[in-house]
């Protein structure tokens, strides 16, 4: 076939190795001019890191390089991406600097025409395929919101945008900063202009729970989260293993004191009861949207001053003050000066190339999509999804996501019947939903539930790893390198 991979972060990266392994002539568009996705020169905010550690963030083939630090910045991420494409001999199917405008079914719905524009160029004519990847990214769309007085804000002189868009420290220092979120950008972004800006306000809606790297400074959080029993601490919608039936049965106390304790050194150890910052709930919410480690440098900030936290509070409306400078009046009835304000509000859930027709026939009344497996849309042909599974090992789900795929376009799956399939993907949104309070990025959040996922994916191709391999990602950290001949395997079967 010929297919069309919307998207050069490690979904579209993936989707073209694996696909291109099984005789597929793969192309892959991307507006930026490098490879990446969130990771990408372009997109990537100051300050910057992976949240895994290098041993569990990568593809099966491909370690990430010894000289690495536990936590690689963005730039050493998206070098590591470039690598994946001169090893697997990709270049050529890039083309980069090309945004995908409109991607419409043929007439008789046997394939897509797919119009893209170079950049600096005219509209070219539209290009036919067999087959749509969609790996656009559910992290590449920023939500900025629509704020009251925005204009005056704009008017004095101050500047909004959205974390991914602040690219240097530079454009922080000496201004009066005001951060709006609380998930990883905001703190990232706090953390890293606080020792460089005249002042640094962090509005928190909400307060999400933060991990720390290392727990009582010594164990590695990889030993607590990126394991299956770690996983296994948070109820999944189903309990398939007899591990996760006892600890969300008669072992539900062990459980619940181990994440207890877990909650009990963090808050200790980021002094959030000194700090004023220890969030609603119990620690086990750190689980409803994603799990987010504790920013370096963070924490210690906000007890020197530098950065100061107005939690539960929201900005009502932008002004100016008697000498005429943009300031932010929030709910909680304090006003703070605003040069620049940078949201780490979240993202949009969208795909823009395609029309409002084919659009509706992916999403729910409310808004979420539905494909099963986080992949298959139910009444869209020749169209497959790539990387709408936020996962602890992206890297690894959007590879055996690629697996999947080809799979599914050699005929080698056994797909229950489209009925079955919508009910299955009803219910899953609907536990997502719940479970999430609504942040479940439009049903395309598997957090904390990474393992599960990919479990599901290779289960439907009888290529999971055996009994006693998984059995040692229980108590250690989850290996990509144990997933390396998957690939291979579904190959020789389909070619047998």
């Known amino acids: 076939m010929k297919i069309a991979v919307v998207g050069a972060g490690f979904a579209g990266l993936a989707s073209a190795k694996v696909l291109s392994e099984f005789g597929h002539q793969v192309v892959v568009f991307d507006k930026t001019p490098d490879v990446g996705g969130v990771w990408s020169a372009t997109r990537r905010y100051t300050g910057l890191y992976t949240q895994n550690n290098k041993g569990s963030y990568s593809f099966s083939d491909l370690p990430m390089p010894k000289h690495y630090p536990e936590w690689p910045s963005g730039e050493q991420v998206q070098a590591y991406l470039e690598q994946y494409v001169e090893e697997h001999g990709l270049s050529d199917a890039l083309r980069l600097s090309t945004e995908v405008v409109r991607a419409e079914l043929s007439d008789t719905e046997d394939g897509w025409l797919v119009t893209s524009r170079h950049a600096g160029e005219a ?23 629509a704020f009251d007085g925005l204009a005056e804000l704009l008017r004095a002189g101050g500047k909004v945008v959205a974390a991914s868009q602040l690219a240097s420290v530079e454009d922080a220092r000496g201004k009066n900063v005001v951060v709006v979120g609380y998930g990883k950008s905001a703190c990232d972004v706090a953390a890293e ?20 790297k290392k727990l009582g400074k010594a164990l590695n959080y990889k030993y607590l989260l990126l394991t299956r029993l770690g996983e296994a601490l948070f109820r999944y919608q189903t309990l398939d293993s007899g591990m996760e039936k006892f600890l969300h049965g008669p072992g539900n106390a062990v459980r619940g004191s181990m994440v207890s304790s877990v909650g009990a050194v963090s808050k200790k150890q980021l002094r959030l009861e000194d700090l004023g910052l220890v969030p609603r709930g119990e620690f086990s919410d750190i689980a409803r949207s994603t799990v987010s480690l504790a920013t370096d440098g963070l924490y210690e900030q906000v007890a ?15 002004t100016t003050d008697d000498d005429g400078a943009p300031v932010a009046m929030l709910s909680d009835g304090k006003t703070v000066r605003a040069d620049l304000v940078v949201c780490g509000t979240g993202f949009h859930q969208r795909v823009p190339f395609l029309d409002q027709e084919v659009t509706d026939r992916l999403l729910d009344d409310r808004g979420n999509f539905h494909l099963y497996r986080q992949i298959l849309p139910h009444d869209v042909p020749h169209l497959t999804f790539a990387g ?21 376009l050699a005929g ?17 949104v609907e536990w997502m939903e719940k479970r999430t309070e609504g942040k479940h990025a439009r049903g395309t959040n598997v957090i904390p539930f990474s393992m599960h996922q990919i479990d599901e994916l290779l289960d439907d191709l009888d290529l999971n790893l055996s009994g006693p391999d998984q059995a040692k990602q229980w108590l250690l950290p989850v290996d990509p390198k144990a997933y390396r001949g998957v690939t291979d395997r579904l190959r020789a079967r389909i070619t047998a």
């Open 193 to 212: 202009i606080g020792p460089v800006a005249e002042s640094t306000t962090v509005v928190a809606r909400q307060l999400l729970w933060k991990l720390p």
């Open 304 to 318: 020197s001053g530098a950065i100061t936290v107005h939690r539960d509070a929201e900005i009502e409306r932008f």
């Open 123 to 145: 509209v070219g004519d539209p290009e036919a395929f067999d087959h749509l990847i969609v790996a656009n990214g559910i992290f590449s769309d920023p939500v900025i919101p």
């Open 412 to 428: 080698a799956l056994d797909l229950p019947p489209l009925e079955v399939r919508r009910e299955h993907v009803t219910d899953r």
């Open 388 to 408: 709408y599974n936020s996962s602890l090992f992206s890297p690894l789900s959007a590879e055996i996501g690629a697996v999947w795929t080809a799979g599914y």
